[in-house]
């Protein structure tokens, strides 16, 4: 039996949101499902609320507005966030990486989030409603 994982992308506005929306959607209720993208990556995997047999979809509803949300502003708070921590040997690609969402080019965490779950997952998981 094939399990449904619905995200709801009018539920949330930037990427803790999400991180609470795919946790709920899975795990319920104040579930967690990762609250970075590695960890996301990981839970994907199996082993924390999905199936270990990868037998489940994700339905992301009304991913349009979620792709905005997450886009190139949300992509360059969550960057800036992250360049005082960046270890000094990645920290000129973070800056170039903020640079490029700052003027609206390069991928999205959203464009992010899709590529994980397309990479992490089977054909056919992922559906953008």
Do not use: K
């Amino acid at each position: 039996m094939t399990v449904t994982y619905v995200i709801d992308g009018s539920g949330f506005s930037g990427l803790d949101g999400f991180w609470d929306a795919v946790g709920e959607a899975v795990n319920g209720p104040g579930g967690y499902f990762g609250r970075n993208l590695d960890a996301f990556a990981d839970c994907l995997g199996g082993g924390f609320g999905t199936p270990e047999d990868g037998s489940f979809v994700i339905e992301w509803h009304d991913h349009t507005r979620s792709a905005r949300v997450l886009g190139h502003e949300e992509t360059a708070r969550r960057l800036a966030a992250l360049l005082p921590r960046a270890h000094p040997t990645g920290r000129a690609r973070v800056e170039r990486e903020l640079a490029e969402a700052r003027a609206g080019r390069g991928p999205t965490l959203f464009d992010q989030l899709v590529e994980i779950i397309r990479e992490r997952t089977g054909p056919g998981t992922l559906r953008l409603m």
